[in-house]
């Protein structure tokens, strides 16, 4: 089962940043709307992966894999809420500024990447030295990433 992390900060996330680089008021609108799905998502499983470290009794945040995870997690927050209140077409308080749109652009990229490869590293700890399994994933965010990351 692909878990919520995965969908949200690899599927959604991927094809918010896609959508946006088509351009136009409907794309960017979808932009966001897409994005915050992955990003509620995402929070669906860091909650469910907290909740599940709870009852097994076992500490949490202690490898670089949650701390990346987490800081991805909270940067696209960030991210998004900059967003939506100064760069939403309708009503945006800063929306025609190049300098803000420049960091958020830049910002989620790199918590994209970090996300990513946050991701990846999960993976590598569940599946081990199955190389194949982690080929599965691997190979297309390798492949996605030239169009969604640059």
């Known amino acids: 089962m692909i878990c919520p992390q ?3 900060m690899v599927g959604m996330m991927g094809v918010a940043a896609v959508t946006k680089k088509r351009g136009g008021y409907t794309n960017t609108k979808l ?12 929070g669906g499983g860091l909650y469910v992966i907290y ?11 202690t490898t670089y894999h949650s701390w990346a995870g987490l ?6 927050i960030m991210t998004g809420l900059a967003g939506g209140v100064l760069l939403h077409p309708d009503f945006g308080i800063d929306k025609q500024n190049k300098l803000v749109r420049a960091v958020h652009k830049y910002a989620s990229r790199v918590l994209l990447t970090l996300a990513w490869m946050a991701t990846l ?11 194949k399994a982690l080929a599965l994933f691997a190979v297309p965010l390798i492949v996605a990433g030239k169009f969604t990351l640059m």
């Open 121 to 131: 590293s999960g993976l590598k700890t569940l599946v081990g030295d199955d190389l």
């Open 31 to 42: 932009h966001g709307m897409i994005a915050w799905a992955g990003l509620i998502l995402a």
């Open 51 to 61: 909740q599940h470290k709870e009852s097994m009794g076992k500490n949490h945040y």
């Open 71 to 76: 800081s991805a997690f909270g940067g696209c």
């Open 6 to 8: 995965y969908t949200g």
